[in-house]
């Protein structure tokens, strides 16, 4: 599946800004989706998660009721709705896909385990 990221760019320290994903390729269905960002000299880390049926979704407890994840099935495009924004939400986003039976939160919060990558949108949060 390919994964192409977008939406990223400067917004205001309390501000909102959605991040979308489209995917494409080999039946983008079966595929759970996650968000997950990277600062610079951090590592990749894991942002948010939603099952390919839309119905479960998983969020790092940095971002949980600030930031939504949705899907639409329709557009194979997934979203991140992020608000109340502040300047250590900065970094490259990156949405992955995992392809798996089951939605494992052990395997949807890591790097390691996501098969494909986006490449990146930048979120620029100033103060």
């Known amino acids: 599946v390919q994964l192409q990221a977008s939406g990223g760019g400067l917004v205001q320290a309390g501000g909102s800004l959605r991040l979308s994903c489209a995917a494409s390729?080999?039946?983008?269905?079966?595929?759970?989706m996650a968000w997950f960002r990277q600062a610079p000299k951090k590592e990749r880390e894991f942002v948010a998660a939603i099952s390919r049926s839309g119905d479960s979704t998983l969020y790092a407890d940095t971002v949980k009721g600030r930031f939504t994840i949705s899907g639409d099935n329709v557009n194979d495009t997934v979203y991140l709705q992020m608000s109340s924004l502040n300047v250590e939400d900065t970094a490259v986003y990156y949405c992955?896909?995992?392809?798996?039976?089951?939605?494992?939160?052990?395997?949807?919060?890591?790097?390691?385990?996501?098969?494909?990558w986006g490449q990146g949108t930048l979120v620029t949060v100033s103060s």
């Open positions: 992955g896909a995992r392809r798996s039976a089951w939605f494992d939160p052990r395997m949807m919060t890591r790097a390691r385990y996501i098969d494909s």
């Open positions: 390729g080999r039946v983008p269905s079966m595929y759970h």
